[in-house]
């Protein structure tokens, strides 16, 4: 079985929980969820869930992050390609804001929380865009592409009142957020 996800392949200790679902995506019945609590150092424990689908390779991978800690702000500059390798955890009460593309996602129902890279948060929000046909959002994905070629530096910030988002680089800034002030 071969995940799309680069960061979730190295883990063999998911447990299967469903299978032969009807895939959302084809509608054959080849869906299947698998999900494992697993222990991120510094962050604790988390609840992740694959959703796969044999035939046609529809995938989702979500978190569901367990433990709490002190409200976060993070902000990570984009500058150049091993930027978009930075690994990243959103957990679902993240807000998440690019200031350079007017952008900022508010947590509600269908956030999800996932861990991913840098680039396949870029990637997210362009496939959201890629639905909406206006000037604006052709503009928004023009410097997404920018970006990931390198001709453009965007600010990613994270403002998580669960504590638990992070990007792992050493030059992510991090500070306690002041929930009352918001
Ligand atoms: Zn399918």
């Given amino acids: 079985m071969v995940y799309m996800s680069g960061n979730l392949k190295d883990n063999p200790s998911f447990e299967k929980i469903f299978s032969e679902l009807n895939c959302i995506a084809?509608?054959?019945?080849?869906?299947?969820?698998?999900?494992?609590?697993?222990?991120?150092?510094?962050?604790?424990?988390?609840?992740e869930t694959i959703t796969l689908c044999k035939s046609c390779g529809f995938k989702n991978s979500t978190i569901l992050c367990?433990?709490?800690?002190?409200?976060?702000?993070i902000e990570f500059k984009i500058e150049e390609?091993?930027?978009?390798?930075?690994?990243?955890?959103?957990s679902q009460n993240c807000i998440v804001e690019i200031p350079e593309l007017g952008i900022?996602?508010?947590?509600?129902?269908?956030?999800?929380g996932y861990v991913a890279n840098?680039?396949?948060v870029l990637f997210r929000i362009k496939e959201t865009l890629f639905g909406i046909k206006n000037k604006k959002s052709q503009e928004i994905i023009k410097k997404i592409d920018d970006c990931t070629d390198g001709k453009l530096s965007l600010t990613l910030i994270f403002?998580?009142?669960?504590g638990l988002s992070d990007i792992l680089s050493p030059k992510t800034i991090r500070k306690i957020l002041n929930t009352k002030k918001n």
């Fill in 104 to 112: 900022k996602i508010e947590p509600c129902t269908a956030n999800e």
């Fill in 81 to 90: 390609e091993k930027d978009l390798e930075a690994r990243v955890i959103k």
């Fill in 159 to 162: 403002q998580d009142k669960s």
């Fill in 118 to 120: 840098v680039e396949s």
């Fill in 26 to 47: 084809c509608n054959k019945k080849t869906l299947e969820i698998m999900q494992r609590i697993s222990n991120i150092p510094y962050f604790g424990e988390i609840f």
């Fill in 66 to 73: 367990l433990e709490q800690k002190e409200p976060i702000y």
